[in-house]
């Protein structure tokens, strides 16, 4: 029902930015809620950002809030995550997800997943 493909990921130092997109193809992009996740060589995947359907109320992991920004595009079927003072420890292939729920915090939560990018902060 919903294709996802990430895209802005690269390698840069500490302290710079990124800004990922996730294109969505699909029907009823609207009604769902847009989740980015992250993961790191040998660790689980977590959730970094999800933002609603109606784009209030963005929730953030505590290790990103203040630095990262989730927001979404309904009518260019299109979320980002802005991604200000990059720190190694962010350093990850970075998922864009899609959810039925409203406050969807865990992978099982997102039935549909795009290819990933990947994001590597030097020091």
């Known amino acids: 029902q919903v294709q996802l493909v990430e895209s802005g990921g690269g390698l840069v130092q500490a302290g710079s930015s990124l800004r990922l997109s996730c294109a969505a193809s699909g029907r009823a992009f609207s009604a769902y809620s847009m989740g980015w996740f992250r993961q790191a060589p040998a660790k689980e995947r977590d959730l970094v950002a999800y933002i609603a359907w109606t784009g209030l109320s963005p929730y953030y992991t505590d290790s990103v809030k203040g630095r990262f920004i989730v927001s979404r595009d309904n009518a260019k079927n299109t979320v980002y995550l802005q991604m200000n003072d990059l720190k190694p420890d962010d350093t990850a292939v970075y998922y864009c997800?899609?959810?039925?729920?409203?406050?969807?915090?865990?992978?099982?939560?997102?039935?549909?997943w795009g290819q990933g990018t990947q994001v590597t902060v030097s020091s």
């Open positions: 997800a899609a959810s039925g729920l409203g406050a969807p915090r865990r992978v099982s939560d997102y039935p549909y």
